[in-house]
């Protein structure tokens, strides 16, 4: 199976420094995939050129979009499902997250599943911001399943590299 790991932050300075705390909790989710005998790719919003405005890829002429966008589009119609990691931002899920994931149209995601994990460097673990996500995920076609991931602490329970 094909699963892309979402990463949900963009900030590349955060507390706990010096590693990027949301870098590790995707290492760790695609270690765990890779463990399972699955193939995890890391989608990195810092990585993706988003084409500056605002403007979803669905809504350019074939072909026109930016190359990121394209190239992201296709990797997620040939995903067989999807892990969404994000910190909590005001009790709800990444403005990062969900600018990349609103670019792309429902039909993208249509009956895949979709995994949440969310993480704090406080003692929730980003559990408000899994409430919502729930919502946004299906909205976008997926099938969020039924149980999450809630990291409390994640600056102490992974070592940067995700172990």
């Not at 790719?41 to 050129?49: A, N, R, S």
Request: net charge positive.
């Amino acid at each position: 199976m094909n699963y892309l790991v979402f990463l949900g932050s963009a900030r590349d300075s955060t507390p706990p420094r010096p590693a990027r705390l949301g870098a590790r909790v995707a290492a760790a989710c695609c270690r765990l995939v890779t463990a399972r005998g699955h193939r995890a790719t890391l989608v990195d919003p810092l990585e993706i050129d988003t084409g500056g405005v605002f403007k979803p890829q669905f809504a350019y002429a074939e072909g026109r979009a930016p190359a990121p966008l394209d190239a992201l589009a296709k990797m997620i119609t040939q995903a067989d499902g999807y892990v969404m990691v994000s910190p909590e931002y005001n009790h709800a899920m990444s403005p990062a997250l969900a600018h990349l994931l609103n670019h792309f149209g429902a039909s993208r995601f249509a009956f895949k599943p979709s995994a949440i994990v969310t993480y704090s460097a406080g003692q929730w673990g980003g559990a408000r911001a899994a409430m919502g996500m729930r919502g946004f995920l299906s909205e976008l076609g997926c099938l969020p399943v039924s149980a999450m991931v809630h990291i409390p602490k994640a600056q102490e329970a992974l070592a940067e590299d995700g172990a």
